[in-house]
């Protein structure tokens, strides 16, 4: 009988250990995915660049020994140009003016597309060093240049803002349910139906909520595809998660203080937020930062709201792409997965550097003995 028990044991232990092995297993296969496929395509451009490609034409003025920069051919559009690899201190490329007269100081990786009248489609680094020596002194030179695109600086950007403007309307919201569900509600019906909406809330798919955002802020409220309908719209998606973490740190707080506050004539309103609120910081803490994590990697909801415009946000009127989102949209419609997994792995490491700073403050708050 032991012998078969110990058998039983030996294959349920051995079942559990090849299950939980799996999931790790899972998650090694889908960052080794991700990371095979969009990792070569992370560099400094990448990481600081703009999504976008730009075009423009701008005149520079040459001195006595042309351009003053190294170039090679590249392909580009299907065709081979030449892009610059390097420029002179003294070259007249970083004095460039815009068609427009701003000063527009040309940087590598610029592709230069036509020198003067010369289109430089298929031209050799020989060519190019030939034209180039031909240049007059002292002359006005027309370039058009290409400003490759797929940098996420302005993705990484508009994610920041997303982050801050959901917080913003979520916060005092979550915080004042939280506390009237720890210290003023009362068990009941009323108190049933608030906790049956919190959990509903959470268990809700974000393309649902996508299309409420939709509906009320970009149409009804007729804020358009912005900034500020996205915010809203995630706004709602993290109240039950702020909620649920600040109404257990503010029960965890030793009912000592609290006794000893409103023994001192502290009334209760003066307990909660000079008492309560401050000794449950941390676990407020871990809750905003699991939710922003859950920002992060948000797309659904804010596909519908915020729209999938690659530009800076200059304001919370505009159409602002945030990393998940902008990595759909990729996939999706050009098919480009290596892009798409390069902006999934800067989304997939904010999102651990978040939950393990959220792991961090938990831990520092076991540690002083409040949970």
Do not use: W
Request: positive net charge; charged residues 15%; contains cysteine.
């Amino acid at each position: 009988m032991k012998s078969k028990r110990k058998k039983q044991d030996v294959v349920f232990r051995s079942l559990m250990i090849f299950c939980a092995g799996l999931v790790i297993v899972f998650l090694g296969l889908v960052l080794g995915y991700i990371i095979v496929q969009g990792a070569g395509l992370i560099d400094k451009h990448f990481l600081t660049g703009d999504f976008d490609a730009e075009t423009k034409y701008v005149n520079i003025v040459t001195g006595g020994d042309g351009l003053l920069a190294d170039v090679d051919v590249i392909t580009y559009d299907k065709s081979d140009y030449i892009a610059i690899t390097k420029i002179n201190k003294n070259s007249p490329l970083r004095d460039a003016i815009s068609t427009d007269g701003q000063l527009y100081p040309l940087r590598v990786g610029d592709i230069l597309r036509k020198i003067d009248s010369t289109n430089t489609v298929d031209m050799t680094v020989d060519e190019y060093q030939t034209l180039n020596a031909s240049l007059p002194d002292n002359s006005t030179v027309r370039l058009k240049i290409t400003r490759p695109g797929e940098g996420i600086f302005p993705l990484a950007m508009n994610t920041l803002y997303i982050i801050g403007l959901s917080l913003l309307f979520a916060l005092p919201m979550a915080i004042f349910s939280a506390i009237y569900l720890a210290e003023y509600a009362k068990p009941g019906t009323g108190l049933e139906i608030i906790r049956f909406a919190t959990s509903s809330l959470a268990g809700i798919p974000s393309i649902i909520f996508g299309l409420f955002g939709m509906l009320a802020f970009v149409k009804v409220f007729n804020l358009g595809y912005s900034l500020l309908a996205g915010a809203l719209t995630l706004s709602i998606v993290l109240l039950p998660t702020i909620i649920g973490q600040t109404e257990e740190a503010i029960k965890r707080v030793p009912l000592t203080l609290k006794e000893g506050s409103l023994a001192l004539g502290a009334t209760k309103l003066q307990t909660i937020f000079k008492i309560m609120l401050p000794n449950s910081i941390s676990g407020i803490l871990v809750g905003v930062l699991l939710g922003v994590g859950r920002i992060v990697a948000e797309s659904a909801a804010l596909l519908l709201t915020a729209g999938t415009a690659a530009a800076l946000a200059t304001n919370v009127y505009k159409s602002a792409s945030t990393l998940t989102v902008k990595a759909y949209a990729v996939a999706k419609e050009t098919g480009n997965v290596k892009l798409a997994s390069a902006i999934g792995l800067v989304a997939i490491v904010l999102i651990i550097i978040v939950n393990a700073f959220a792991k961090i403050v938990e831990r520092f708050d076991k540690m002083k003995g409040k949970i």
